[in-house]
């Protein structure tokens, strides 16, 4: 993929996702097509952070001790989506699979997770999360 194209790719996906709602809480292209490696054949790695879904708990809560109080207050503070909402941000991100094949020709694999999951993976310095952020380039939320 051309840096021209990428760039222009960052630009479609940062007005696309402002539009949603609901909207993520933090969202960014990782991987090849961050590093400008990929190539026509690889996929379009992008994280999606959203809030949390109805009735998704803090894993940090089962942990006990300190850990399971701040993921209650976590839970008590977090405003989950509702069965609505959830539905509409399943059909938001198909939409935009099919959008970034359209705008690329590449597939567009998306990693979702609530900020109770992403929170776990940032705790535990994951490798996920370790490969994330090294190659993070942000379209939606202000911080990871």
């Keep these: ?14 007005g696309t996702l402002g539009a949603w709602n609901p909207k993520p809480v933090y969202a960014c292209v990782f991987g090849s097509a961050a590093r400008g490696d990929g190539d026509s054949r ?7 952070v959203h ?4 009735g998704e708990s803090d ?5 006990g001790g300190m ?3 701040a993921g209650l207050a976590a839970e008590f503070m977090a405003a989950q989506l509702t069965e ?12 935009l699979r ?11 694999q998306a990693v979702e997770l609530s900020t109770f999951q992403w929170a776990s993976h940032r705790r535990q ?3 996920l999360f370790e490969e994330i952020t090294r190659d993070a380039i942000e379209v939606a939320g202000g911080s990871r």
Excluded: C, F, Y
């Design 51 to 54: 809030a949390p879904l109805p």
């Design 98 to 108: 099919g959008l970034v094949r359209d705008w690329t020709g590449n597939p567009l």
């Design 84 to 95: 609505r909402q959830a539905a509409r941000w399943r059909r938001q991100v198909d939409q």
């Design 125 to 127: 310095a994951s490798a």
């Design 67 to 69: 850990d399971a109080v």
């Design 1 to 14: 993929m051309l840096s021209g194209l990428r760039l222009e790719l960052w630009k479609r996906l940062r």
């Design 59 to 63: 894993p940090s809560r089962r942990a």
């Design 42 to 48: 690889g996929d379009i790695d992008l994280l999606l």
